[in-house]
């Protein structure tokens, strides 16, 4: 079992930054895929960024440019640095990992943490 705990989100301008945070319970974070998603009010839940086990990154184009996703294993975290933030942006954000166990996938998911891009 994983627990994820997100933080970070908030009110920013358009134009600002801000980085999300989420942080994993358990001793193996490091053979998690990790993503961040978000739903917006009346839509559904999208990915916005994920990084495998071995590093690879995979990005919305919504966000390609701005956002970066990155991990440290050291400390089982993952990470969403967020620039150049766009009203679009604001949504429910949530941390979610995959854990493979042979051919079975175990999925979890964070509480979210909102982010509210408005001047």
């Known amino acids: 079992q994983v627990q994820l705990v997100e933080s970070g989100g908030g009110l920013v301008q358009p134009g600002g930054s801000l980085r999300l945070s989420c942080a994993a319970s358990g001793s193996i974070f490091s053979v998690l895929g990790m993503g961040w998603y978000r739903q917006a009010p009346g839509k559904q839940r999208e990915l916005v960024a994920a990084m495998t086990v071995g590093g690879t990154t995979t990005y919305a184009d919504s966000v390609k440019g701005r956002f970066t996703i990155s991990r440290d294993n050291a400390k089982n975290s993952v990470y969403l640095q967020m620039n150049s933030l766009k009203a679009e942006d604001t949504a429910v954000y949530y941390c979610?990992?995959?854990?493979?166990?042979?051919?079975?996938?175990?999925?979890?998911w964070g509480q979210g943490t909102q982010v509210t891009v408005s001047s």
């Open positions: 979610e990992a995959t854990h493979v166990v042979g051919t079975s996938g175990y999925e979890y």
